[in-house]
């Protein structure tokens, strides 16, 4: 992946005084294009605002979450419509008497509408997967342009005219240039919020959505939860477009709301770059700008009118994203962020986070009675036993294909034993979610290492922290959580540096050897604060002094009192460190022990040893 | 090498911009030439080559764009027509529900509109933001008396009513319905339907269970086509009368034989040959049509009559109006609105204009014919 490692750093003080230069001469730039520019190019800057405020809510949408909607178009009607309406119908609705028929009631009206209508059919159509996901949004997309246009209140497909335009503490917004600094501002505030939330907590699991639910719900994401609140951010964000829109063009149709539009906003969010919040302001200003000048252009230079644009700007889109598939905002800040890598950062460093309480040494922890997992006629695991008390590394071994990981994903939550029972520290787990189980204490590391590629060491990290943190979206995008947000860093960077890392902390997760993203793995799984360790073949791909270290690691956290159940390949590995070994073979349990009883016992041998005497 | 030759380019076109802007009238058009509406829009479109290129010492410049038929796009040109262009008057837009968008933009502009459409809800009821606008089509009433009288003269008592859901069909009803009660009609059935739809079978067939001795019609061009066949499928007998919207080569094209007797009161446009010499009408008309057939290589749909029409007002109001003030001033177009509402007498190629205070359409029965459809072309009915 080609995403500049300036994208997703946390701690980006005072890193960047090139991006923000640039930053500071846009804004003075946008401040002053209404003083020098015509009024038509005013005009333009505005719509450039209003669709990129839609489209950085499908960068957090569909860039950053992965969730694509075809359908926001839809969400900008619903808050262009909702105050065209409020401020037109008269009489006005004697329950609406109170409201005047004020355009900013009208606006508070339609993110509450908005909220309510992407809150119902986000829980109808996020459960979606793959392709589904899409053609749901475009389904709705399509049935609320058509409900726009059928319903006689909102003018049917004749529209409504004669909605008025805003006032605000005595001073009235009437024409292009004075939306320029409403849309501009609102837009600015937006990209704050969403980069703030982006850097925080909650935003991590929203940015985990792409790596799949099952690592996140392992480390006690709600990832429901996180897909709606994304799609409902992104749902306001429309709505507060279309509700400057509507006042500031004074006419609504449905044209604008419709499916068309819906694939536009994409396109400008694909464009510009879907997983930059910047991308979405550049590429709604090259689409709104490029369409204009072809417009102009084409029927210059091809001397007869007709919709050539469409033809012309669809070639040149599939070029940019041939040539450019992450968008053209990381060509953009290429040129702003040169020389950001080698800026030294600072270790966050905050005061630690409380921590549970650990079970007495010998304590069981972990109690599994006959569990056993069916795939159809497939006998993935057959009434294994286990126990894991509190102080012990505990091996699991076994040849490939003996079903060891498919224990470990009944054991965690992943997938539901077919039967059979699981206690953790005496409470049944076996029909428990992931995320719950997380929360009791246990956390677990995977075969097939899940780590965001893009998001940094400390980042990836810092999620497993996930639920020692309880700061919501609100002071997130506020960056009122700043201090729990430090302390959560701050143990994320311990345990990086409890599995030697620290001097790759700020690297991209993804540019680590797979041996390093093995103990990133590990780190996270210790962020959340276990008394229980599932690792998953963490040794593999590690050089013979890291097995060292990591052996070491082990076996402080044995000595702290924390529990281990450990898959490995590696004999010697396994055998130096691990207090009690279980041995399968075809899904079950044929030996448990001591390592030397084990390494001696004839079974084991036979099957795991292939049979050598 | 190309960007400095572009600006070059650039800087010779604002220079010869600025030079003509001198003592000149900016006039912006605006035509739904491509969308739904485009069997409207392109002969609208066209006909704005055919416009008065100067009227006495002022040089006439038409600045024409495409709204593609879409509403909000007709908003969006004419406020850049309005805020960028500073145009003194303006031609369009082809649809009825573009233009009703339009009405409050042209009163706070205080810039005349030349509609060329359909619907009379553009100027009736007058209104202070209507005070800006003028329809350079006959009125609905006007049609729709000389569609009652006709009905009168073949002895139906009782009508059926069928039209668009938008401000076309709505306002029909509207002007329709009262007048055709005061003369003794009765409206037995009134249905609606929409421009996007492919069939109507439903409000048809209620439409025959009312059994009706007529239905009207209230559809424009291959729309109005799709109620007359569903109800010559559907086995009525009845007469099927059609608005002025139904007056156009489509409407043909796309009923076939099915709608050979449809009776339609329209402009005499499509029946010039048919006409005696003295009606006043035909001579403008005729200039018309042989200015569009040697441009395009074809009849004109009676469409682009209403953007030739309006060329004709301006060109009457333009010298009166620059005796007031200088174009590009807020005077001149006050005083281009005052002149365009005391428009008295003027031939035009749909008939003889009296505006006034109250009527901003001010077409008279002089210009309407009752046409009927005779093997696949239209003809005039004499009564």
Known sequence: MSTPAAQSHPVRVRTLPRGTLALAAFVALLAAAPLVLPEFHVTLLDYIGLYALVALGLVLLTGVAGLTSFGQAAFVGIGAYTSAWLTTVSPLPSWLAWTGGSPWVGLALGLALTLVVAWMLGALTLRLSGHYLPLGTIAWGISLYFLFGNLDVLGGHTGLTGIPSLEAFGFAIRDARDFHYLIWAVLLGAIWLTRNLLDSREGRAIRALKGGAIMAESMGIDTARSKIVAFLIAALFAALSGWMYAHMQRFVNPTPFGLGFGIEYLFMAVIGGASHVWGAVLGAGVVTILKQWLQDLL?????????????????????????????????????????????????????????????????????????????????ANHRIDLDVRAGEVLALIGPNGAGKSTLFDCLSGVIAPTEGEVRFLGQRIDAMRARRIARLGMSRTFQHVRLLPT???????????????????????????????????????????????????????????????????????????????????????????????????????????????LVEHDMEFVMGLADRVVVMEFGEKIAEGLPEQVQNDPAVLEAYLGGID | MKGSRLWWALAGAAFVASMSAQAQVKIGVITSATGPTAFVGIPQKNSVALLPQKVGDLSIEYVSYDDASDSTQTVQLTKKLLGEERIDAMIGPSGSPNSMALLQFMAEARTPMLAPVGTGA??????????????????????????????????????GFIGYNDPYGENWYRIFAPMAEKAGLKIVASERYSRQDTSVTGQVLKLVAAKPDAVLVAGVAAGAALPHVQLVDAGYKGAIFHTHGSASGAFIQIGGRKVEGALIVGPLLLVLNEIPDD????????????????????????????????????????????????????????????????????????????????????????GRVLLTVKDGKFSLVRD
């Open chain 1, 299 to 379: 029927p210059a230079l091809l001397g007869q009118t007709g919709n050539f644009e469409v033809i012309v700007f669809g070639v040149l889109m599939v070029l940019v994203l041939q040539r450019a598939p992450e968008g053209l905002w990381p060509i953009v800040a290429r040129v702003f962020a040169s020389r950001e890598r080698s800026a030294a950062r600072e270790v966050p460093r905050a005061e630690p986070l409380p921590r549970r309480t650990l079970p007495a040494r010998g304590t069981t922890l972990l109690e599994v009675r006959g569990v056993t997992k069916r795939y159809g006629g497939l006998l």
């Open chain 1, 455 to 565: 998001m940094s060491v400390l980042e990836n990290v810092a999620l497993g922290a996930h639920l020692r943190g309880a700061r919501g979206v609100v002071a997130a995008s506020l960056h009122a959580e700043r201090a729990e947000e430090r302390r959560l860093l701050a143990e994320a960077a311990r345990q990086i540096e409890r599995v030697g890392l620290g001097e790759r902390m700020f690297e991209t997760a993804g540019s680590l050897a797979l041996g390093q993203q093995r103990l990133v793995e590990i780190a996270r799984a210790l962020a959340s604060d276990p008394c229980l360790l599932l690792l998953d073949e963490p040794a593999a791909g590690l050089r013979y002094l890291e097995k060292q270290a990591l052996a070491e690691l082990l076996d402080r956290l044995r000595a702290d009192g924390m529990g281990v159940l």
């Open chain 2, 122 to 159: 553009v100027v009736v009821p007058m209104d202070a933001n209507k005070r800006w606008v003028f329809k350079t089509h006959p009125n609905d009433d006007v049609i729709s008396d000389g569609l009652i009288e006709a009905m009168k003269a073949r002895g139906i008592q009782t009508v």
């Open chain 2, 279 to 366: 009606v006043a009408t035909k001579k403008v008309a005729l200039e018309y049509v042989t200015a569009y057939e040697k441009q395009f290589g074809q009849q004109p749909p009676i469409f682009g009559a209403g953007v030739y029409d309006a060329g004709l007002l301006l060109q009457h109001a333009i010298p009166e109006a620059a005796k007031k003030g200088k174009p590009g001033t807020p005077e001149f177009r006050s005083a281009l609105r005052d002149a365009l509402e005391g428009t008295h007498e003027l031939v035009t190629s749909q008939g003889v204009v009296n505006m006034s205070a109250q009527d901003h359409s001010g077409y008279d029965k002089r």
